[in-house]
């Protein structure tokens, strides 16, 4: 529990994690039996674990090594945390330990926008386009802890009452607020992914898509001929290019086109695609595309100064370790969905981290590896709340 609820704090305590995971890692021996091993899934695992072998081998015989272990070893952070928490037998503090740090993360954000309003800082109504140091953690991430402090919340919903589903739908309206307060355009996208999604699950389910397609007929009319110029300059945003760092990761999607087209050029010259060029060497080529391609002088330099990575989890792998390491990982996701589709709990779980990767490398991050371990442990060791989950998927309007 404490080493998710601080996860939000990784700027501030970036080496307490790695801490508590070296008590976890000495502990491990003294606590796992070995019918803990019996609740891993398999199949799913086996895959996980050719994946970061693949990676560790591919890497030694590219040369690479040296250079690439720095992001192989956050990448090692998920499959350490599945086999960590075996002998957990209970997940309902893990999950209630995303909903704390969620909630901490927004009051620790509403108390900094209290003392920039009393320093006299410069606000507007979407101020946090232009105050995100108000935030605890880089808003995608935030942005991120919140959809899955919402998507537990209401998994923890159940038909009957129940005094804990007050807390659960504060809770959830409390999170969906601040998503929109701090415009995490890629958050907002995966509630409305997931809200669709839940359509296909529980009773009245034909009655339900139709209403919910014909509301998203009329938004997207609506969308069409009333909004397409604040929607333009959502996307594209006027934020001086020279404000976004490698570290804050609220980059608009205007200048993640310019990071893609420069991903896919390089995808196509690769002439290694099965094994790829090495992450390092993926990081230098993308500098080398931003000083040739990008006109703009103070967007060549900011893009080649900050060495933006490929803001897409997908080409990062495609381009850096080949085709073998991209097929591998997303034979892990495939395979779950395929085990988990008749539920709602899971696969939004899987949904939530597939699209987050199209436009972010979670990878490259220390909280965005502890974040994707989080779903992996949650989708990868069987619970005594399995079944829990699934009566309550059946039950929850």
Known sequence: MLLYLIIPFDEYVRALPNVLMAFLVLSFPFVVTRNDFKKLLIKPTIILILFFVFLLVNSLFQGNFYQDIAIINKMMIPIGLVFLYLPIANFNKLKKAIVFSAFTAIVFTLIQFVILVNQNAEISLLFFQETVDALLIDRVYVGLLCVLSIVISYQSLTKKYHPDNVYYLTNILINVLYLFLIMSKTAIIILVALTLLRQFYGPKRKLRLIITSGMLLMIITFGYFKLQEPIKKIIN???????????????????RAI?????????NENTNKLFGIGFRETTHQLVSCYDTKITDTTIKETFVSKKFNSHNQYADFYISSGLVSLL??????LFLQIKFYQNFFPTALIV??????????????????????????????????????????????
């Open 259 to 267: 990071i893609w087209d420069c991903a896919a050029l390089i995808s």
């Open 328 to 333: 591998l990982f997303l034979g892990i996701l």
């Open 237 to 255: 945003s006027n934020k001086n290019i020279s404000e976004i760092s490698y570290n804050e990761s609220y980059m608009p999607i205007g200048y």
């Open 352 to 397: 939530t981290i597939v699209l987050f990767g199209m436009v972010e490398n979670y990878f490259h991050r220390q909280v965005g590896a502890y974040y994707f371990g989080f779903i992996l442990v949650m989708l990868l060791i069987n619970n005594t709340n399995k079944s829990n989950s699934v009566k309550k998927d059946e039950v929850i309007v």
